[in-house]
């Protein structure tokens, strides 16, 4: 099972190596191949968001990725580019494993404090949805886990999941005060 991660942008990377004469704000239009990638120049706008500086497209390539990657950058995501010897090159990774969390929706009670959950995104109407791309994992309720057996968390509660560990190993948490809910 493996989830999307966000990305960041090491800037100050770049800024180890150039000066800000051949820097210019990029954003990613579609994979070219291994670690190189279509990209459009940006500029802020008078209320802080991002447009199109030009219609042109050129090359950048992430040097954060293996060139034999088949490309993990998403469509939409932007960064600082540098322009090394005519060649622009930007340093954008996946965040690290393990240290964040997402927003997940639960869908099955497994037992033993164990349920099935899906990662949500949020939609411009502040609603909750399945993210783009997600697909089900099992997650333990870290306060179920001390306080009895399972399934006390209802379908379709929201919790924030914690990815431990990665690959193979990648075990997801949340703690959600289950017997809260019967106190009224």
């Keep these: 099972m493996e ?3 966000a990305y960041r942008d090491s800037l100050y990377r770049l800024a180890q190596i ?3 004469h051949g820097m210019q704000l990029v954003r990613i239009a ?8 279509d990209a459009q120049a940006v500029e802020f706008t008078a209320d802080g968001t991002t ?16 060139p034999a990657s088949g490309g993990a950058l998403s469509a939409g995501a932007e960064t600082v580019a540098l322009d090394v010897e005519g060649r622009w090159v930007v340093f954008l990774q996946q965040a690290q494993v393990g240290a964040g969390c997402f ?22 109407e502040d ?3 399945n993210a783009a791309g997600a697909t089900a994992v099992s997650a333990k ?3 179920e886990s001390t306080l009895g057996s399972g399934t006390a968390v209802d379908v379709g509660t929201i919790v924030l999941v914690a990815m431990l560990g990665s690959g193979a190993t990648a075990k997801y948490v949340f703690d959600h005060p289950v017997y809260a809910k019967y106190l009224d």
């Design 3 to 5: 989830r999307r991660a």
């Design 18 to 20: 150039g000066d800000t």
């Design 30 to 37: 579609e994979s070219a191949g291994g670690n190189r990638y």
């Design 51 to 66: 447009a199109l500086a030009e219609q042109r497209t050129f090359q950048v390539t992430n040097l954060a990725e293996d």
């Design 103 to 124: 927003p997940a929706k639960v869908l099955s009670a497994m037992g033993g404090a164990t349920y099935s959950v899906i990662e949500q995104s949020i939609t411009s």
């Design 127 to 129: 609603e909750f949805q």
């Design 141 to 143: 309720n870290l306060a």
